[in-house]
């Protein structure tokens, strides 16, 4: 079993991923679909007259605050056009896709953070309208479900909280909770990079190999959207995912890549 | 098995209807939900400066105009926004809700309309880049395995081309081809009038009762939305739907309501 996330970054090949994965499913790889769309939900959002807003924890991860009407422009664009769009984009290459956000049957299910701890204008401060959380549970038997019956789940946030709620969730983690409760072999995380630069932008510093140990290390290192791929990273593989690979998603066959070695291999 | 429409009009009360569903799902009443989304596609349409165009048919049904761009907002407002408000606002009442498009595992399959002929300041014209079509096959299929595994199907446009693009259908009667492949007993189409009037807007000329050989003279006599909405009624009797009930969404119970005999009944 293979769990393929596929970032929201607007420089990555939506066409050549979907070509590579009807491929790998022609093939007889089990496989599983998640992506994201953080750069069209802020153009969305701005044009609706709400433009985004980021708040940055104070141990350094930024995040998207999330009031109620951001909640309903993340589902347009999440849950609308992208996954509507990845569906389509399957179907039209042979895959029996079936696109599902965390709130469907309550696929991804956690705690809604009832308060956020934000660093604004160098002073903490406390959020309580925000709707954001984490995934604890996942219904692996509804993706099971789907797959036996030789569909392929395209899954998205939101996410759904213990109270019924809608809540944001990152991406990235989510995929690595999902590979961690199927028992998938590997999670590929592909992004708009050729994988963890030691020196960000420089693609000369890739880094090839990465072992567990080392994790804390390259967080510290890593700025923005990277640094929770590489703690959704640390999580999978403490979850009993093999590997993580974070490759490229800008190329043609992408996943072929990923399992060949190209991008950053995070495993023993 | 009930199959229940949900319009699209903005005065239709979702918070009652859910109560309803949830309730109706305690008794052990086996249900599909089927939304639209047509008065808040328009706001959003508008906002996002690409405002709404509707066309009439020379035998004159009104329809949306549907270019790519439209079919992207339309996905947005009926697959991201109101489709996961739906989902949310059921499992805040217990059920265990799966919201899916038409494009999902080719729930809903059928052609799209080469050209489609319009009339336009009283002279026939052609349009050939419309993604507009008709549901023809349903994959009763996954919703029946949802049903078994425990899930409420929410179901909503846009349905699947056989080529595998996305069409924009009329939701009364892809619900009228989803009763019918279903073999429910009834469908209920919630809108925002107490039923089918003899003179809209007169409420008081409500018709109680319809008998199916009378439909070709009421959807003559039926104005813009009500017009499809019995024609969805004739062939979700055609299909062996036992009755169709148009009913009152903007008040409480209102599938207790529609069962109980208020609305119009369409049927033997």
Chains 1, 2 share one sequence.
Not at 18 to 39: F, N, P, Q, T, Y
Not at 197 to 212: G, Q, V, W
Request: hydrophobic fraction near 40%.
């Amino acid at each position: 079993m293979l769990v393929v996330k596929v970032g929201g970054g607007s420089a990555l090949n939506h066409d050549l991923i979907a070509d590579d994965v009807a491929e790998l499913l022609r093939a007889g790889r089990k496989l599983v679909l998640i992506h994201g769309g953080a750069e069209l939900t802020n153009e969305v959002a701005t044009k609706l007259g709400h433009p985004p807003e980021f708040v940055t924890s104070p141990s350094g991860y930024t995040s998207r605050r999330t009031d109620r009407r951001t909640l309903e422009i993340f589902e347009m664009v999440y849950c609308g056009q992208l996954n509507k769009a990845w569906v389509e984009r399957l179907h039209r290459r042979g895959v029996n896709a079936v696109g599902l956000s965390g709130l469907d049957g309550r696929l991804w299910e956690g705690p809604r953070k009832e308060a956020i701890k934000i660093v604004r204008d160098g002073r903490q401060i406390v959020l309580r309208d925000d709707y954001t959380g984490r995934v604890e549970r996942v219904n692996s038997d509804l993706i099971r479900l789907l797959l036996q019956h030789g569909y392929l789940p395209v899954l998205t946030p939101p996410a759904i909280s213990f109270k019924g709620e809608a809540i944001n969730v990152d991406g990235d983690r989510a995929a690595a909770v999902t590979a961690g409760s199927l028992g998938a072999d590997a999670l590929i995380l592909l992004t708009d990079v050729p994988g963890l630069l030691e020196r960000f932008p420089d693609e000369s510093t890739l880094i090839r190999k990465a072992h567990p140990s080392e994790l804390d290390r390259l967080i510290e290192l890593a700025g923005g959207r990277m640094k929770k791929k590489i703690l959704g990273a640390k999580e999978a593989l403490a979850a009993g995912v093999k590997r993580v690979i974070i490759a490229d998603g800008r190329l043609p066959r992408p996943l072929h890549r990923a399992l060949s070695g190209e991008g950053t291999l995070i495993g023993d």
